[in-house]
């Protein structure tokens, strides 16, 4: 049998811990990248964009959804599914725009406005939906989009505003229109 003094154990012992202390903090310390992306603050027109365009957005996919199964009258139907289609692909363009860390509302719909169709039923709805959707509710629509291109500081959020722009546009041209063949008023 080996005799060591103590005093190599201890040492040995002491050597060995450190050196496992090492490889286990090594092992579990993330470089700073890695560190989870902390909230990036936004101009207050870009944080004002985020919120309303989403929301805007939002109410209208949401709304489109419904009058696909409440209205009766095809050309609602048609205006609807096209517009559902169109909000989902702003909607996704806006989340891909949004800094890092920004936190951008994935289903943030005006209940007021839903709550005020889904229980309604043919003409009436159809009416209310062109009013209060398609007619209003495009024309908010609108203008957050304006607005955050006139005031927006972030270049991605205002590109993804441009981009959108044209397909806002046309939707609330066809919401016009739509009204007009329906004999209700045009905003």
């Given amino acids: ?8 154990i201890v040492c040995a012992s002491t050597t060995s811990l450190l050196l496992f ?15 989870p992306a902390e909230s990036v603050r936004l101009h207050a027109a870009d944080q004002t964009f ?5 929301q805007a957005v939002a109410t209208q996919r949401d709304a489109a959804r419904i009058a696909t199964s409440r209205s009766t009258d095809r050309d609602v139907k048609a205006f609807a599914e096209k517009a559902a289609a169109d909000n989902l692909t702003i909607a996704n363009a806006l989340r891909a725009a949004s800094p ?12 007021a406005t839903l709550d005020s169709i889904k229980n309604l039923r043919g003409a009436e709805f159809d009416k209310a939906y062109i009013e ?5 509710g495009e024309q908010k629509t609108l203008s957050a989009f304006q607005a955050e291109i006139a005031s927006g500081r972030d270049a991605q959020l205002k590109e993804a505003a441009q981009k959108a722009l044209p ?9 016009q229109e739509l009204a007009k063949r329906k004999h209700l008023a045009t905003q």
């Avoid at 985020?50 to 989403?54: A, K, P």
């Fill in 1 to 8: 049998m080996i005799r060591l003094p103590i005093a190599s």
């Fill in 21 to 35: 202390a090492s490889a286990v903090n090594a092992q579990t310390t993330q470089p700073a990248q890695a560190a």
């Fill in 50 to 54: 985020v919120n309303d365009g989403t």
């Fill in 100 to 111: 890092r860390g920004v936190d951008v509302p994935h289903n943030n719909p005006d209940t």
């Fill in 132 to 136: 209060q959707v398609a007619l209003s």
């Fill in 167 to 175: 397909t806002i546009q046309a939707q609330y041209a066809a919401a």
